[in-house]
Antibody, heavy 127, light 109 residues
Framework: QVQLQESGPGLVKPSGTLSLTCAVS?????????WSWVRQPPGKGLEWIGA???????NYNPSLKSRVTISVDKSKDQFSLKLRSVTAADTAVYYC????????????????????WGQGTTVTVSS | QSVLTQPPSVSAAPGQKVTISCSGS????????VSWYQQLPGTAPKLLIY???KRPSGIPDRFSGSKSGTSATLGITGLQTGDEADYYC??????????FGTGTKVTVL
């Protein structure tokens, strides 16, 4: 059974960097999937942040791209999110998820959806 | 902001049917597949439908999906109180960016 578990600080100061890690168990991060980060501000909908393939290829939400870095550590079967220059608008529940899409050079196809999700971790941006 | 539009809420009595629409554009739905997610209160989203109309193992056949052109629909029959949740559609946009719908709250009257 595949499980994902987010971890990281629950409080980040404005202008600081939000750093989260997602540990993968029951599967190898080197399998042919993408590994995504999604967030949900309080009372609002889902927002995709970005995704990484074990090859190191990344795709990012254009609205966050300038502040986001997603990386993978294959030796630990985990992937990480860094979001820089945070403000109160970045306060949200952050989820990691396994994404069974296929991505070519210019298109991704949502063949099998995001089928495994972590439980989510709340991050508050406040001084 | 989301590029996939859903109605904010739908409701029906127990045992009845509801449908949730998801409207996109040629840059996302035009040449791609849609997935649907159920988010029960206080929990993480859960995959409900993938590849437009397929159900993962364990999802009852009360849940169905369809896609036509630049829109998609999720149907729930035999509505139960346990179906009260937020539902989101999702796909990829042409800019190699995943997109979700605005979300629909299902209420069982």
């Amino acid at each position: 059974q595949v499980q994902l578990q987010e971890s990281g600080p629950g409080l980040v100061k404005p202008s600081g960097t939000l750093s989260l890690t997602c540990a993968v168990s029951g599967d190898s991060i080197s399998s042919s999937y993408w590994w995504s980060w999604v967030r949900q501000p309080p009372g609002k909908g889902l927002e995709w942040i970005g995704a990484i393939h074990h090859s190191g290829s990344t795709n990012y939400n254009p609205s966050l791209k300038s502040r986001v870095t997603i990386s993978v550590d294959k030796s630990k079967d985990q992937f990480s999110l860094k979001l820089r220059s945070v403000t109160a608008a970045d306060t949200a529940v952050y989820y990691c998820a396994r994404d069974r899409s296929y991505c070519g050079s210019d298109t991704c196809y949502d063949y099998y959806g995001m089928d495994v999700w972590g439980q989510g971790t709340t991050v508050t941006v406040s001084s | 902001q989301s590029v996939l539009t859903q109605p904010p809420s739908v409701s029906a009595a127990p045992g009845q049917k509801v449908t949730i629409s998801c409207s996109g554009s040629s840059s996302n739905f035009g040449n791609n597949y849609v997935s649907w997610y159920q988010q029960l209160p206080g929990t993480a989203p859960k995959l409900l439908i993938y590849d437009n109309n397929k159900r993962p193992s364990g999802i009852p056949d009360r849940f169905s999906g369809s896609k036509s052109g630049t829109s998609a629909t999720l149907g729930i029959t035999g509505l139960q109180t346990g179906d009260e949740a937020d539902y989101y559609c999702g796909t990829w946009d042409g800019s190699l960016s995943r997109v979700f719908g605005t979300g629909t709250k299902v209420t069982v009257l």
